[in-house]
């Protein structure tokens, strides 16, 4: 017997509207990165850690953003609440890129039995809920899930580049830092980053579908009103 | 008429941020300087001046520590969190 609850649930939907391409593109790219990587034990886990970030980052961006859904009005006058569909998306979009992640990193430790499997995951599952956070958090705050992308692609390239150097200049904002590697640091302290990157990460995801529950922020009627 | 405050005091954060990363800027006699982290201590004293420099800042051995693109690529991140910091206080 499946509970009614389940039933209310649009999982087909929620998948058509995430698509399977983007994913198909990330496992892509990261396979090539391996391949690349393949004789450099040192850079393989870094495949993962660099690609899955950015994918999920600026695909969470697109999941709901107030501008980019035509039938907003409907969502919003059906008795499912609004933020069951976000919730929808994103965890659909979690478990295609999660998959991909977790496949690669079994890859990664075939191909470099050095590394453990908590680490290997640890490296790209804190960056991606920290940037798939700030990804749909933004594209909530401006409505635009365009604004999300970009701030999560600006942030992603400027810690890869230069979290090093941040860190360098100002210790302690080790908990900011989305590429932090393992040997850089204790392994205390580099646990507690990537606790920190975590906690942020589903705060702000946690925060946007009480952003899209508000039907007047949603529809942009304090700000017409403020325009006329 | 809005509360200017949080953001004014997020921007004044953010340019006195600005303006401290590039105090390793300064010209340098020693132009090996950016890789001055590849170099292992040497000499008399060596050991004490790691575990002062590594007491102050565990992340010092980091690459492009002092460096002018090092400096650029940190301010590149502290564009990021100014514009995250403003999309929480201004949303």
Known sequence: MIPPWVSALAWRTSFKLVGWWPTALSGLAIALGLAFAADSPELLPRVVEVIVPLAFGAQAAFVLAPDSEPPLELLLASPRPVPWALWERLLVLAGLQGSVALVASVVTLSMAPDYGLAQVIARWLAPSAFLGGVAILAAQVTRQGVFGALLATLLWASMLFGGDALLSRWPSLWPLHLFLQPGATAPALYAANRASLLAAGLGMVALAPRLLADEERALDISRAAERR | ?91
Not at chain 2, 14 to 41: E, I
């Open chain 2, 1 to 91: 008429m809005a509360d200017t405050s949080r953001p004014l005091a997020v921007t004044g954060l953010f340019l006195w941020l600005w303006r401290h990363s590039g105090k390793q800027d300064q010209p340098s006699a020693d132009p090996l300087l950016p890789f001055a982290w590849l170099r292992p201590p040497t000499g008399i004293g060596s050991a004490e001046t790691v575990d002062h420099r590594e007491s102050e800042n565990p992340f010092w051995h980091l690459p492009l520590h002092g460096t002018r693109f090092g400096t650029f690529l940190m301010r590149l991140c502290l564009l990021a969190f100014y514009l995250l910091a403003l999309l929480f206080i201004l949303g």
